[in-house]
Nanobody, 128 residues
Framework: QVQLVESGGGLVQAGGSLRLSCAAS????????MGWFRQAPGKEREFVAA????????RYTGTVKGRFTISRDNAKNTVYLQLSSLKPEETAVYYC?????????????????????WGQGTQVTVSS
C-alpha cells in the first residue's frame, strides 16, 4: 500500500502561483509513476502532469505546458507541482496519484484508472 497526502492548495488570484506537494509513504518503491490530476465541479477528473521516480521523465497535458512544473525529491518521497500563471478555469481539487504498474516500453499513463493509489485532494481556487 502507498499513502499519499497532498498539501499546498489555496486561494490565488488569476495569474498567481502555488506549489502543491504530495508526500508518499508506505511501499513507495512500488510507485513507478507519480501523477497529478484535477477535478472541477461537474467535470471528469483530468490528467495534469506526471513524473517517473527513476529518471525523472515527465509528461504534461497540453494546456499547462510552460506554466506548470512537476518535480520530485526522491530522498523525501515527495512530488511537487508548481502552478504558475493560473487561470480561473483551473479551479479544481488537485489529486496526487501513484501508478505502480511496470510497462514495456515504459510509458506515462494519462487515464485515472491506470493509477492505483490516490490522495485526498487539495483545493485550488483561482479568482478572476
Amino acid at each position: 500500500q502507498v499513502q499519499l497526502v497532498e498539501s499546498g492548495g489555496g486561494l490565488v488570484q488569476a495569474g498567481g502561483s502555488l506549489r502543491l506537494s504530495c508526500a508518499a509513504s508506505g511501499r513507495t518503491f512500488s510507485s513507478r509513476i507519480m501523477g497529478w490530476f484535477r477535478q472541477a465541479p461537474g467535470k471528469e477528473r483530468e490528467f495534469v502532469a506526471a513524473i517517473s521516480w527513476i529518471g525523472g521523465t515527465t509528461r504534461y497535458t497540453g494546456t499547462v505546458k510552460g506554466r506548470f512544473t512537476i518535480s520530485r525529491d526522491n530522498a523525501k518521497n515527495t512530488v511537487y507541482l508548481q502552478l504558475s500563471s493560473l487561470k480561473p478555469e483551473e479551479t479544481a481539487v488537485y489529486y496526487c496519484a501513484a501508478d505502480p504498474t511496470p510497462r514495456f516500453p515504459p510509458t506515462i499513463q494519462v487515464v485515472p484508472n491506470a493509477y492505483d493509489y490516490w490522495g485526498q485532494g487539495t483545493q485550488v481556487t483561482v479568482s478572476s
